[in-house]
């Protein structure tokens, strides 16, 4: 592959052994791309390499085949050493037609591989992805090695005498291909044979069409005619311990299972489906026997009404949506803020305004979770860094809902909540428990807004406990009773106190600390989110080059960690990179001062190592 390799050697028998690679598969919606990069995925993790993954959806349901807008893609970094990005730039492209190689042929290193379906090069497809001459003829892939293949008609042939109509053996030339990348980077089939018997077990023919089409594949690989390499990209050092690939989503799921679990209350997640929050919902719905009830509601409003009406109850009330579903729920927040309940709201951020791009990355929803209701009504804000930190923030928004009693917005996003890394399982007994008080019975002098002193919580009565009597509602009310007020001092009153209380969070949370550098110096660049990785890596390969750069990265976004400023004026210059147009920066400025510089990106794409280092040595150098 040339200089597609990174820290290439040859071994005996013709293998070169590599640090990492970058392969992104490309294709149809219904050309099974996810299933494949997720594969591959695994049996990456199984052998051992360090990963990342970025799956790139069309935003249509079922785009019409073969044009640009319904490519599908699928891109795994996988490694001998540490991962922190799914890669910048492909080593290999697997483009099923020719608006797979289009869209992705532009992003590829220099010297990468390509490997093309070329049946699907007709004429017809040719034009609908806008070509007036076909790239296999024409010399547009002269600067890539290639491998073009007939892979429909060795899928068809491969699996002849399954049963299959042409139609339904077509669909499994994802797993020919599979198979023949296992065979460029030798890794083992069994893996997927086994996930075919289990996914397919109940249509014997499929999982014989499927493994055949498979095993042709990698087959074609020991004995084609054709002129390339092999790879082999040893385990990764990783620490001791149980792994297992986990996406954001489904580490989400998992940690407000296991906060039901460490505090002992029932979780009840009223939801609507949207994208790319959906399978947070689908995942819990699997776990009734940890105490998890699922609602799915009609509409984002019922959604987290019933989430608001379950804490209201004594459970633990969750719902979860993207930003349009975020709109809908702000008039119920501000409800929630009001009566003072546990909620823990989790936004997979998407692109937008409106619907704008359902399956692509942004970061744009940070102001509508900081300042989105109306009235002033803080809520503590949190936001995950990586899918598997999405576990323990999940936890964490759980631990500070019930101890403060109030609303917690957790903040992932697609590239989270849909990307993958392998997850260290922990010990599920060196999770800290944490406890949940709730008044058990009445009192002299009750009402629901007794404070407690450290926290400024109210007492969380359950109705029908014998001497709690009480009401809550969206009007204001006395600080001194609980009864309905309209005094103006008391509502100054009230107003600031609700605001107390979420700064005083800031005193139960860690502090900031630089993860990459040093504690002082030219320039910080402070992350949030997503952007963890590639700033990390970025700030890394620039400070090899020698330059004076640093890296932050801010977990709790409302309140800032209380040394916040603190950790700001040691560097001479702050970058803040965010996938928005500039909101933690207009944050940062407001807050404390600082002329922070604002490195902004809202194509729906994740940030680059290689652009973050640009920015990095231009930000240096002005």
Request: net charge negative.
């Amino acid at each position: 592959m040339g200089t597609a390799v990174q820290g290439s050697s040859t071994a005996a028998g013709g293998i070169r052994h590599l640090k990492g690679a970058v392969v992104r598969f490309a294709g149809d919606s219904g050309d099974g791309m996810q299933v494949t990069g997720s594969q591959f995925t695994t049996t990456a993790a199984l052998v051992g390499n360090d990963l990342a993954t970025f799956p790139d959806f069309p935003a249509e349901i079922r785009a019409p085949a073969g044009t640009l807008y319904g490519v599908s893609g699928f891109q795994v970094h996988f490694s001998s050493e540490d991962v922190f990005t799914p890669g910048d730039r492909p080593d290999v492209l697997v483009a099923m037609n020719p608006a797979a190689l289009k869209v992705n042929l532009t992003a590829l290193k220099p010297g990468a591989l390509v490997v093309v379906n070329a049946s699907a090069f007709s004429k017809g497809n040719l034009t609908k992805a806008g070509y007036t001459s076909n790239p296999l003829e024409d010399g547009s892939l002269d600067a890539f090695p290639s491998l073009v293949i007939d892979i429909t008609k060795l899928t068809i042939n491969a699996v002849e005498g399954t049963g299959l109509s042409t139609k339904e053996a077509n669909r499994c030339k994802n797993f020919w291909t599979l198979g023949l990348m296992y065979w460029i980077y030798n890794r083992p089939l069994e893996p997927t044979l086994r996930w075919i018997e289990q996914k397919f077990g109940k249509n014997p023919q499929l999982v014989a069409a499927n493994s055949a089409a498979l095993r042709a594949g990698h087959a074609y690989g020991e004995t084609a005619e054709v002129a390339h390499d092999r790879y082999e990209v040893a385990p990764a050092a990783v620490e001791k311990g149980e792994y297992r690939n986990i996406s954001g989503n489904l580490a989400t799921a998992w940690g407000l299972v296991a906060a039901g679990e460490l505090s002992g209350l029932p979780i009840v997640l009223g939801s609507y489906p949207i994208t790319p929050a959906s399978d947070v919902l689908h995942e819990l719905s699997r776990h009734k026997n940890f105490g998890v009830s699922t609602l799915q509601a009609e509409d984002e409003i019922a959604a987290v009404c019933m989430a608001i009406g379950a804490s209201y109850a004594g459970k633990l009330g969750v719902t979860t949506t993207s930003g349009p579903g975020m709109a809908l729920k702000m008039e119920a927040l501000g409800l929630a803020v009001a009566t003072e309940l546990p909620l823990v709201v989790i936004n997979v951020q998407r692109a937008g305004p409106s619907t704008g791009m359902p399956t692509k990355t942004e970061q744009a929803d940070l102001f509508q979770a900081l300042y989105g209701r109306n009235g002033e009504a803080p809520v503590c804000v949190l936001a995950a860094a990586t899918p598997g930190d999405c576990f323990y923030m999940a936890i964490e928004a759980a631990r500070i809902a019930t101890k403060y009693m109030t609303p917690v917005i957790l903040l992932t996003d697609g590239y989270l909540g849909n990307g993958a890394e392998p997850w260290r399982i922990p010990d599920v007994e060196s999770l800290p428990r944490f406890e949940v008080r709730q008044a058990t019975e009445g009192f002299d002098g009750f009402h629901p807004f007794l404070r407690d002193e450290k926290t400024l919580a109210r007492p969380w009565a359950v109705p029908g406990s014998p001497g709690l009597t009480h009401r809550i509602g969206g009007l204001e009310k006395d600080f001194d009773s609980g009864n309905i007020s309209y005094s103006p001092e008391n509502h100054q009153r009230m107003s600031e106190v609700r605001a107390a209380k979420i700064a005083g969070i800031a005193s139960d949370a860690p502090e900031l600390s630089v993860s990459e550098g040093a504690d002082s110096g030219k320039l910080l660049v402070l992350g949030w989110g997503s952007t963890y990785g590639a700033i990390k890596e970025a700030v890394r390969r620039s400070r090899a080059r020698g330059l004076d750069v640093s890296h932050a990265h801010l977990r709790y976004l409302n309140p800032f960690p209380k040394n916040t400023a603190e950790l700001l004026g040691r560097f001479d210059k702050v970058l803040v990179p965010e996938m928005n147009m500039g909101q933690l920066v207009k944050i940062v400025r407001g807050e404390f001062m600082i002329p922070a510089h604002s490195f902004a990106k809202i194509e729906g794409l994740p940030f680059t190592i290689d652009e973050l280092e640009q920015r990095i040595a231009q930000t240096l150098e002005a």
